[in-house]
């Protein structure tokens, strides 16, 4: 609680000198963030309760067998899965990332979902083959896919080595 509000007095701060320094952008500051408020007002209390739910209903177990450390390239898949289907901004994403790691859920898994929900998208999948075509749009979703696994992979081991370097520490 202490780190958030610290953030959000950080964040006012600057908002605060920003404003003074660009006064004339106070009218479309004012009114993006009260837009973006309203949109967050309207989602979150639906994702909160279908987060405790998920939290009330969704056994552990479950979770570690198809997301967790032993769940190999099927808990990839199915992380991809996750994040492709569901659409809807990717702060939506954030609340379910955390209750999955909290179950038992893979760091790697974690990532590789968060970055399908960002990057891939059926929708947005059938315009790119529209507009750029099959080679692209297979190009592309193949990187996607090649580098978000790396990518959690590579900050699964970061998180693995801090969290060992702490507990030495300490």
């Not at 590789?112 to 529209?130: N, Y």
């Amino acid at each position: 609680m202490r780190r958030d509000l610290m953030l959000l007095g950080f964040v006012s701060s600057v908002t605060i000198v920003l404003l003074s320094i660009f006064p004339e952008n106070r009218g479309d500051v004012i009114t993006s963030s009260w837009e973006f408020f309203v949109e967050m007002m309207l989602i979150l209390p639906a994702v909160m309760v279908l987060m405790g739910l998920f939290t009330v209903f969704v056994p552990k177990d479950l979770v570690v067998k198809h997301l967790g450390r032993e769940s190999g390239l099927r808990g990839v898949f199915i992380a991809i899965v996750m994040g492709t289907l569901p659409t809807g901004p990717l702060y939506i994403a954030f609340p379910i990332a955390s209750a999955l790691l909290k179950k038992g859920a893979r760091v790697s898994n974690i990532v590789v979902f968060l970055s399908a929900w960002s990057c891939i998208k059926l929708p947005q999948e059938l315009v790119e083959l529209e507009f750029l075509g099959v080679r692209f749009m297979l190009a592309r979703l193949a990187l996607t896919v090649v580098f978000a696994i790396l990518m959690g992979l590579a900050i699964e081991q970061i998180l693995s080595r801090w969290e060992r370097y702490e507990c030495c520490e300490g």
